[in-house]
């Protein structure tokens, strides 16, 4: 019924861009060994909304919401993105900064690059004021309608929508929970035994640091690894649902810098495979050199770090 | 021989972080039921070179070289990069900009997300001056060496290093030649059936149009479509070469903007398949709308043409 659906969508994409379109069509369909159809079809199915950019390509980072003047605390003032941000950003594309977190899309695959938090021990206290029920998932309009991803590229897809910024990180106020069910905040995750268990115990783990320093900065995001075939070669593949093709990354990266007291920096960095995980694997098993995750991630984490302060990386000197 | 070569470089960079990071690969061996080992190695192979970051994480698009009095028109001056990009930039992600063309570049994929050039009947004209055979393929050092490509990357891999800018488009000054030449414009592409053939013939195609055109604008750049498998799902799957892990493409776009006299634009977009194609495929058959590639590659072409200005698409009248 799904492919039903798909079929019908790609004829009405396709009858929409009238007879000119549709000769080009049907000539792709006689050359269909060059552009496999399957991948034309994919390709043209976008065109059931044609029309130009109504959006600038690139936004500077600018708070969701205007901030008034009782609410200022609530919007991402360019204090606290300084102060989220203050170990540098991994990279500038589409940054989008919300009322206690900090992101960069990626438009191509409609989840973010990275994403930014601050965790302090008030942050996450326990805040009866703050309900999580009524929170809900919605697209970010400040992103080009190209580019975001929808609730139903994620309905009955078989993944969760899974935050990158926990909610459970941002209770200082009801905003602050409600800003991390922005999609852009998302990525297609394995539910039970992923999102729903051995994923939230490594959020749960971050959490724990606020006991230890008196600032953590956690930088999130997926990862597309390569793995080698029977044929000897290396290849990325990933699956991408919807009619937004979001992809679904094969691994997420946390890293995790926690301050203390004294101004030392000790940084630890995980890496976790988006598939079922046994509760009983100790965390420790998923810690992998930072260094690994930038090459792979494309990005450089906590640039802005002096040397100098940074003591520990994955609980071992350097 | 490269299996080995691999294995033994795996070894090493394992040994290189030390008994600590042996015993979470020991560990990690157990659980490899988890993180597939092969994924693993993948990850760790980057631990060759451990280290900080040296570059700042985002340049802006500065010239590669200082210019000098005497040399000032062989570098990127800003009123060339503004004449090259007049409609707009696609992103903002690692800008560099060259002599005589402008990219942004990819670090996840090692490749570049979008090149963009400006041809005339003059830049293009045939230059004895320059000699192609004087320009080498090349790094660019301004990229940090985490993400660069190397020729080692593409040597025996079977692809040949595509260039996005192409070479005789640039054929007033040594120097615009011999920038096309840095691996940051390049892309893995099949060589015999597409980059020296088909892919060429499009090439040579947009350089006719600067005999209808004063100025033609084009855009080139990678994609990774996604292709529906025999499970009804979508996946994208590209293969990755060398020590990089420099992503080959599945296919190819080009957006071309021709400015006439009285300043009209018209525009034409093409996407190819990162295969063998036969030569007698007419062109036409590879035209795509517009926006279905913006949609597939993440970006927004030439955003700040006025919609007005725009008379044609793909030949037909808007």
New interface residues.
């Given amino acids: 019924m ?2 039903h659906l798909l079929t019908t969508l790609v004829a009405v994409g396709s009858a929409a ?1 009238g007879s ?2 549709y000769g ?1 069509y049907k ?2 369909q006689k ?1 269909s060994d ?3 159809l ?2 034309a079809e ?3 199915k ?2 059931q ?5 109504l ?4 936004s500077a980072a600018v708070p969701a919401t205007t901030p008034t003047a009782q609410d200022v605390n609530l919007t991402a003032t360019p204090s606290r993105v300084s102060e989220i941000m203050k170990f ?7 940054v989008r900064s919300y009322s206690d977190f900090v992101l960069s899309y ?4 409609r989840v973010p690059y990275w994403v930014f938090e601050h965790l302090t021990a008030e942050s996450i206290a326990k805040n009866e004021a703050v309900d999580r029920s009524k929170c809900e998932f919605r697209p970010d309009d400040s992103i ?1 309608p ?2 975001q991803s929808q609730n139903s590229d994620y309905r009955r897809s078989g993944f969760d929508r899974g935050h990158m910024a926990a909610a459970g990180n941002h209770k200082r106020h009801q905003k602050h929970c409600d800003d991390t069910f922005y999609l852009t905040n998302m990525a297609p995750q394995v539910g039970q035994g992923f999102n729903r268990d051995s994923w939230e115990r490594l959020e749960y783990y971050t959490r724990t640091l606020t006991k230890t320093y008196p600032n953590v900065y956690v930088c999130t995001g997926p990862l ?5 075939e029977d044929d ?10 919807g009619n937004n ?1 979001v ?1 679904v990354p ?2 997420f990266y946390k890293i995790i810098v926690g301050e203390t007291s004294d101004n030392r920096l000790e940084m630890e960095a995980y ?3 988006n ?1 079922v ?2 509760d009983d ?1 100790p965390l ?6 930072p ?10 984490f906590f ?1 802005r ?1 002096n ?1 100098k302060q ?1 003591t520990k990386i ?1 609980g ?1 000197k350097v």
């Fill in positions: 799904n492919k861009f000119y379109h080009i000539e792709r050359h060059i552009l496999p399957k991948q994919l390709l043209h976008h065109s909304k044609p029309g130009f950019p959006f600038a390509s690139v540098g950003f991994p990279s500038l594309d589409s990626d438009r191509r695959n080009h190209y580019f597309y690894l390569p793995r080698q000897g070669k290396k290849y990325v593949k990933y699956q991408v649902i093709n992809a094969t691994h890496v976790m495979p598939q995980i046994s694997t420790t098993v998923f810690q992998v050199p260094e690994s995750v930038e090459r792979a991630a494309g990005l450089l640039d770090i040397k940074l994955n071992k």
